[in-house]
Structure formats: C-alpha cells, structure tokens
C-alpha cells in the first residue's frame, strides 16, 4: 500500500535518516534531477538553476536547515571576493581577505570545535562551561575550504572573480562532492558551468565505472567489513586477541578507503554524468612506496589543499631545512585536526607530519648520494618500500579511528603481547566471509591502472539497454549484500 | 571517439534501471542456494504503511511466556516468605533473597552479608569482604570497581582488595597500575594444571621462574590512591625467599593459602615484589586494603561460565576463608553460555552448575551468595537486533539455582530495562554496550555497578527497619 503522506515525509528532513548515494531515495532524486536537468539544458542559466535547486533539496534533506549556512557564506564570500579584486589598495585587500578567513574559519570552529575547547578548559581549570552539543553541519569542513581556496585565489589575482552570483552558489553547492567531498578548487569548476552539457561515449563509460565501483566499494567492501568485524574490534580492542586486532587494523584500512574513495568516486561519477569533470581525490594509495608518494595518493584534493594554502604560505621549503620540518609538522597537524576534534585526530596528524620530516631527509640523501638503483634491488626496496608504508599508514590508523587513546593502546598492546596465532583457523571458520572480501578488496586495489581503463572503455561502448541490465544486476547484488540499516559513512563526521 | 552527444544516457540508464527495480519489487519470488536466502528488492519500502508490526506481538508473546511467577504460591520455607508469591522474578529488577530449602538450614539469601554491613557502619566490626566472580564481564575491574567505589564511600574502606599476579588486562585496569616480568608461569582452568598445582579462587596459580617480579602502584583516584594494609597470598612454601621494595622475607606455610601480611612502606607509593627463592612455589596474589570498610575482590575470568569453579578444591576454598574471610560471594555469568542465541534448553548448564553451588555452599557455610541473572543479549534476526530467545531460558535456570541453594538472586536483565534493553544500550545516545551487544563498555558497566549498588543499598535498608 503506498501512502501518499509517506512520500510527502520522504521529501522532508529526518535527522535519523539522513539521506546517503546509496539509498533508493538519492535514486528517485537522481532520475527526477536528470529529466529536469536535461529538459533545460540548453540554457546555461536554466541549468544552473535546476542543479543549484536540487543541490539545496539534496543539502536540506542531509541536514535540515542548516542549509542556510551554504547560502549565506555563499552571499558572504562571493562579494567579499569581488570587493577585494575590486579595490586597488593591498592594505584594504589584505584586511578583506582577513576578514573572509577569520570568518570562515570561526565558523567552522563554532561548529566543529567549541565542544572540543570547551572540554579542555574544563579539565585544565576544573570549570565547568557546559558543551553546546552542536550538530556538525554537514560537508561544512569541505565547503568552507572551498570558500577559503576561491578568495584567497582571488586576492592572488590567480583568479577571477565569479560574475553571477549563481554561478558561485551552484559551485559551492553542487550536490555531488558536498558531503563527503572532494574538495573542489573554484578555478577548475567554474569554467566548466559555461560549456554545452555534452557527453561522449569516453564519459558515459567513466561515469558508469566511477558509480558502480564506488557502490562497490562502499557497500560490498566498506560496510561488510565494517559492519561484521571491525567494529566489534575497534568497540572494545581489550576484548579480542592481538591477530583479530591485527586483522581488524588491516580491515579498517581498507573500510576508510573504501568507504570515502567510494563515496569520492560516486561524486565524480555522478558529476561526470551531469557534464562536469573533478580531479580524482584518490590514487590506490597503498601501492605508494613512501608516506610522502602516500600523501600524493591519498585524499588528494586535502593534501593538495594544505599544500598551497597552508604548507606554501608558511614557506613550505624555502626557509631552511628546520623550518620546512616544522612547516611539514604543522601542516599535518592541522590537516588531522581538520579530521574532526579531538586528540586522536591531532595525534595522527602528528605522526604522519613526523614521518613525511623523516621521509624528506630520505629523499634529500638519496638525492645527494646519486645513485640509482636498478634492477631486481629497486623491486625489492619497492616491495619493502609499500610494505613499510601500508604498515605505518595501519598503525596510525589505530589512532585514527579508536575511541579514545586507551582504546589504541590497548590494541597495540593486544597485537604485541597477546596475539595468539593459534585461534587462526577458528576465526577463519568465523569470519569467512569477511576475509575473503578483505583479500579481494587488496587484490582490486592493487590490480593495474589498465585493467581499469579496459572496463571503463567497455562501460562506454555499452548500447542503453545492455547499460541498463548490468545496472539492474548489479543493484540487485548489493541489495544482497546490503544491510536494510545505513551506515554512516565514516567521514561524515568532517 | 563517437561525436555523438549521449547526454540523454544517464537519464534514460537511471529511468530504466529504476523501472526495472520496482518491476522487480512487485514480482514476489524468493528463492535460495544452499543456505542462502536471497533478499527480495523493495525499491518502495519507504514509501508504504508499515504493517502491524510482527516483531512486537512475537516480542510480547515471548514475555508471557518468560513471566516466571507461578499461578500457584508456594509455601514459605523455613518460615521466610517466598519472594515468587510477590514478584515476577523475569521482571522484578530488586534483589530477591530465598530461604535455603534445606530443612533447619537458616540460610536466606544476604541475611547474613546485610547484617555484618550494619556491624561495620555501627563500628562494631572492621570489615566486610565481597568475592565478585564473573567472565569478561567484569574484567578490568568494571562493574566491580564502581560498586567498590560506592560502597567504600558509604561504609567506609579505601583500596582494590585481591589483585592477581599477572593478568591479561592488567594494562586495561584503571584501579591499579600492574606490570609484572614475562616468566611467572600462570596455572588456570584452561591449561590443565598438573595435579601438584592447586589452583587459587581467582582460577589461577602463579609460579615464579627465576626473575619473576611484579609490581603494584596506586592511582590518582580518590581511595586508590596510596597502599596501607598489604597481603600477600601464596600456596605452601619451605622458607622461600621475597624482596618486596628490597627488604626480604621468608614465605612458609603448609596450608594451601598462606597469607604474608604488611605495611607499606610510606616512602614509597608502588610495591615491587621479587621473587628470590630457590624453588618454584605458588602465589595467588596481592591484596590492598586500608582501614575498616568494604572489599570487593574483583575474580574475573575470561571466557568461562560459571561451572569452571568446580575445578576449586574444597581445602583450598576453606583455608582462603580462614585467611581472607567473604561474607558475600557474587557470581555474574551468562554471556558465555548464551553462545547459540536461539539455544533454550540449559539443563546441561544448570547440572554442573548446581554441583559448583552445592560445594561453595558447603565450603563456605556462612557466607552469603547472590546469583546475578545474566545482562540482556541481542542477537540480529533476520534485520533487526532482538533479545535472544536464550535469555529468558537461561534467566529461569540462575534463578533456580537460587532458589534451590538460599541465596539471593538480581536480573541484571530485568534491570537493564528488559527485553530490547540491549539494543537501546548499544544504539543509545549515550553509548552503553559494544556492537557484539553483549558487553558492556566503560560507562555501561559504571551503570550496572550503580545498579547493583542501589539494590543492595535497597535490601540493606529494608534489613534496617524493624
């Protein structure tokens, strides 16, 4: 029986049903934004307006009214980009420019890190300031680098300024990359809102590969393991042995990835689809031999973000050796903390800030040294190379997604001194299943770059009928795999 | 490259694919391969009234079926009243105390524990001491240490009481800080001990090798935070040697628990005990008290459940009383008997389970015990999380097993909240139990200690009115 106030609720905001891409209501939402979509899509501006409209919905329906705070930093930094182009004097230019930062930045502070401030002020003066228990608006991490990026570009003269205000609003508000990213730079989007909506059989096939492989990878990777192991380990890590411990690091290294590259690639997908093409956020990052090639793979459009906006700017390499670790430092620091509040997230950042420090004086002795090593040695210090790196990333992974740092603790304690290889064969026989999607989920990722571009060629070629059955088929294998509750993804939180 | 523009694509393979869908949603097949039940696809469900809700009617026959009080009232034993003749012992979420069925046996479930508490708040005894034997449960302290905590802060008391030797969440334990050297050789219930080893109650023995040490040292929490009264409890011994913060003592005894008891040395805050002896010989462990008031000895064991106390020799336990005298004994247990959670039939638990009781009983003839009903466990049927069947099975059994030995008996399920109550602890907003909904996290079991707390404290006022 379907009931007609259902689906006038379904249209309505649920703060326990917050809207995912992998829900049959995004895809409801996806045919109807099409169908208008094309009908306009002659005209740019009608364009515009219809995927800024749908955006908005798609905003309100993940997280209400919040929705205002887009448009109203929108409208803020739009004119104060405009008015810095405009005014000949640096000093004024300067001032607006620090007047957008400090805006936006406290923003984000008011709703992501008072709590956090809050807590420390209590427990260092004993007070007792009541947290605000604010809910984090979603993709307010994203959007307000987005902003930061576009004015500051501006204020470099790099850019432009945005004519229509339309334009801006549609760029920070694209629906696509607002939950869950990527962080998209102004100046690579905003050029592609003026050309015609044409698609070409290279983009259909991309597009389809990009939507379905990241459904893949969120829900018959990510969310399988997730939801059968690695949340039971990381709920209590003192409660399992140190090889169920380990696995469920290597579990969880894979559920991160898989779980925010997949939701990446569906955005890119779905944006490819629509006509627009975002740079690629992440590059199977654990094939990376070093945590520096590491950083260039992973969650691209952040690393890349912090590096001309943050690491530049306090001089990146160009003061002297010391300065560049600290700026190094730094900029991880705060690139953790931008992970959400909290300890854990600043610690992480730490670790990995102090590896990549380590990681340039490697790289500045093999430089000097000048030897190149070949052969069957450089596959060697490759394998070494990836294992080392995979292992590092895991271990700082530990401290990323525990509770708390007695929750990481206790599972490297687990791992060190209380492995027990001998429950091997019984956890096998328990977890089958999920060990067999953690293998292939490391095979995939480490399967050749061309492999994907034959299946994505092949996507292109696809008449619509066929497209339409290998769809349907494959929807209807994640809805085996699928459970009826869900997930979060776990970077909503940012 | 085809010049073709396919703009049109997207929207004709997402229309056609959602058609398909809901094609399919209407089509109303099931089929399975081997024991795979594959799921029907239901593009609509959002959409639709949900019918009256199956899972609730089921949920309420269970209860009526897990409902415990008897439509006949039995007669009072040894001329206590029958708690069953007034609560439902599936529902009631106090302590019930039963009278010992045993003809001229004066045994009724706290009496005993609740009146030596009243000594000690009147000043006329020093202390009172609780054995809390449990699984995973209580490891690490929890749930006991916060009841610890409650109780020392009414009726006085400050320290952990029994700390074993060495222990698998030493690390974990947030009463105490405990490190230990790698070669003590733990003797337990699960590696079959030879027969020359007796095991402690905790379930473990402790033999030194040659640099054996461990070391104990307070925490910064109120009560915990320094050490007064030391005991050290260990199995026979021919004048073995022990530097405990480099001064030396002889250990002997023929006894199965010998007890070495002393002050700590102020200037120091940790202990540090090394072992110097010639001989292998067997330790139990430490014990921290200071002053008058309650200790819960905190005795839990991993993984086991309940029946394992059977392995305990009778002269053992009897001596431990004589050196480290319990007036309550508490046995938590449950979640590792619930392993198959639609499994309703526990009369292999409730056998062995009996013996266990009948001999602490005998060994421990004064001594109060108190039979926890096990915690709610959730188990995911079909796509929700529910009460497993198991629970109310196993609920009946403990409570029995109260019932037949006089002691008192709390369901730790009925005071969770009930049925579902697992699934609200785990999905709740304060978050108050782990994923596998089955144990508790910190703040959880901080909960259930305070649970417990506030039915003792009910009894024990109960007990104080004339």
Known sequence: MININKLLSELLYDPKDPVLFNSAFFFYFFAMFLLCYLAVSKSKTARVWVYTVFSLFFFYKACGYYVGLVILSAIVDFNLSRWIHRTPSRTVKKSLLIFSILLNIGLLFYFKYTDFFIGIINDLSAGHISPLHLMLPIGISFYTFENLSYTIDVYRDEIKPVNNFMDYLFFLSFFPKLMMGPIVRAADFIPQISMPYRLNSEDMGKGMYLIMGGLFKKIVISDFIYQNFVQFIFDDPSKHTGLECLIGVYGYALVIYCDFSGYSDMALGIARWTGFKIPANFDSPYQSSSITEFWRRWHISLSSWLRDYLYIPLGGNRKGKVRQFINLALTMLIGGFWHGASWNFIFWGALHGTALAVDKVRIDWLKKKKTVITGWKATLLKVAGVLITFHFVCFCWVFFKASTFHDAWALIHQVMFDFQPGIAMELYNGYTAVFWIIILGFVLHFLPAKAEFSIERLLGRIPVAGSVAIMVTFIWLLVQVKSTQPMMPIYFQF | ?466
């Open chain 2, 1 to 466: 490259m085809s010049g073709k523009n396919k703009s049109a694509y997207p929207f004709y393979i997402i229309v056609g694919t959602l058609i398909c869908l809901v094609g399919l949603s209407q089509l109303n097949y099931t089929f399975s391969y081997k024991d795979f039940q594959f799921r029907k696809l239901d593009m609509l469900s959002d959409l639709r009234t949900s019918s009256p809700d199956k899972q609730k009617l089921t949920a309420v026959k269970d209860s009526s079926k897990l409902s415990g009080l008897d439509s006949t009232a039995t007669p009072a034993k040894n001329n206590i009243p029958n708690p069953d003749n007034t609560h439902d012992f599936m529902s009631y979420s106090g302590i019930m105390e039963y009278a010992s069925p045993v003809p001229g046996d004066t045994i009724v479930g706290m009496k005993h524990f609740l009146a030596v508490l009243k000594e000690l708040k009147e000043g006329k005894r020093r202390k009172v001491r609780i054995a809390y034997f449990g699984d995973s449960m209580i490891e690490g302290d929890l749930i006991t240490g916060d009841l610890r905590d409650s109780l020392q802060s009414f009726f006085g008391g400050a320290g952990v009481g029994f700390v074993p030797v060495t222990s698998v969440v030493a690390s974990f334990r947030t009463t105490i800080t405990h490190t230990f050297s790698t070669d003590w050789k733990d003797y337990h219930y699960k590696n079959a001990p030879p027969a020359s080893v007796t095991l402690g109650l905790s379930g473990h023995t402790f033999l030194p090798g040659g640099n054996s040490w461990v070391k104990y040292s307070p925490v910064k929490k109120p009560r915990l935070d320094k050490f007064r009264e030391v005991s050290v409890l260990y199995g026979p011994a021919t004048a073995e040697t022990i530097n405990i913060n480099d001064k030396a003592y002889t250990l002997s005894g023929s006894q199965p628990v010998n007890r070495l008891d002393l002050e700590q040395d102020t200037a120091q805050p940790s202990l540090m005990l090394r072992y110097a002896g010639n001989t292998a010989m067997p330790f139990y462990g430490v014990c921290f008290e200071s002053g008058n008031g309650v200790y819960v000895d905190n005795y839990s064991f991993r993984g086991i459940s309940g029946v394992e106390l059977g392995h305990l020799s009778a002269d053992m336990v009897r001596r431990m009383q004589q050196e480290r005298p319990y007036d309550l004994v508490v046995m938590h247990y449950g979640a590792n008997v619930l392993f198959r959670p639609e499994l309703t039939d526990y009369s292999w638990y409730q056998r062995p389970m009996k013996k266990v009781m009948d001999s602490l009983r005998q060994d421990l003839p004064a001594t109060s015990f108190l039979i926890i009903g096990t915690a709610d466990k959730s188990y995911r049927k079909t796509d929700k999380y529910i009460t497993a069947p198991g629970v109310g099975a196993l609920l009946k059994v403990q409570h029995e097993l109260a019932a037949d030995h006089g002691t008192a008996y709390w369901n730790l399920f009925a005071a969770m909240g009930g049925e579902g109550s697992m699934v609200k602890w785990v999905e709740g907003d304060t978050v108050l139990a782990n994923k596998d909904y089955t144990h508790f996290n910190r703040q959880g079991a901080a909960r259930v200690g305070a649970l417990l707390y506030k039915a003792i404290m009910n009894e024990y006022r109960l007990a104080q009115q004339p």
